[in-house]
T-cell receptor
Framework: AQSVTQLGSHVSVSEGALVLLRCNYSSSVPPYLFWYVQYPNQGLQLLLKYTTGATLVKGINGFEAEFKKSETSFHLTKPSAHMSDAAEYFCAVYAGGTSYGKLTFGQGTILTVHP | GAGVSQSPSNKVTEKGKDVELRCDPISGHTALYWYRQSLGQGLEFLIYFQGNSAPDKSGLPSDRFSAERTGGSVSTLTIQRTQQEDSAVYLC?????????????FGPGTRLTVL
């Protein structure tokens, strides 16, 4: 079965600092990987996804993630944090074993941005 | 265009009562997913619809949970004889075709509290 581990349930950065949210996956099939963001009392919004092709994926709001097969990682980064980035972030992997997009999610990382 | 909508946004019920949660997917999306988000379990898959059929119900936690979809559009998740452990945020998502690389668009969720 496919699984996702997000290292660090809480990450705190200063405004303007680098954001790094860690995600490691386990998958017995070629992984399709996703990062979603959830703002308070809202649903999940896709930031970016990796399916095939270029391993460095750029998403919305200045975020990007790099798929590293050798490290089974898909870490999310942003060069300069903004106050509006404060939210919860979820890494997800296609769950496998089906012909459709059932997702397995990590436990989430809450990002706090300090002025 | 309109996104995924869910109603009610909040539902408080007494233990043992039945509840119905509604999801309106993005128009034209054939795939619809229900997930549950709780403090202890994180984000969990419940059920997947393709059109009006549910080829994967594997995430439904017990036979008290059921769901249907009509007209290839609106879906209703029903929980019978609610228990306190059913308290969670229930999220609905839709995607255009349900393939493994499709983006799933999430609604804002229904927060269910069972007293």
């Amino acid at each position: 079965a496919q699984s996702v581990t997000q290292l660090g349930s809480h990450v705190s950065v200063s405004e303007g600092a680098l954001v790094l949210l860690r995600c490691n996956y386990s998958s017995s099939v070629p992984p399709y990987l996703f990062w979603y963001v959830q703002y308070p009392n809202q649903g999940l919004q896709l930031l970016l996804k990796y399916t095939t092709g270029a391993t460095l994926v750029k998403g919305i709001n200045g975020f990007e993630a790099e798929f590293k097969k050798s490290e089974t990682s898909f870490h999310l980064t942003k060069p300069s944090a903004h106050m509006s980035d404060a939210a919860e972030y979820f890494c997800a992997v296609y769950a496998g074993g089906t012909s459709y997009g059932k997702l397995t999610f990590g436990q989430g990382t809450i990002l706090t941005v300090h002025p | 265009g309109a996104g995924v909508s869910q109603s009610p946004s909040n539902k408080v019920t007494e233990k043992g009562k039945d509840v119905e949660l509604r999801c309106d997917p993005i128009s034209g999306h054939t795939a619809l997913y229900w997930y549950r988000q709780s403090l202890g379990q994180g984000l969990e898959f419940l059920i997947y619809f393709q059109g009006n059929s549910a080829p994967d119900k594997s995430g439904l936690p017990s036979d008290r949970f059921s769901a249907e979809r009509t007209g290839g559009s609106v879906s209703t998740l029903t929980i019978q004889r609610t228990q306190q452990e059913d308290s969670a945020v229930y999220l609905c998502a839709s995607s255009s075709q349900g393939t493994r690389t499709d983006t799933q668009y999430f609604g804002p969720g229904t927060r269910l509290t069972v007293l």
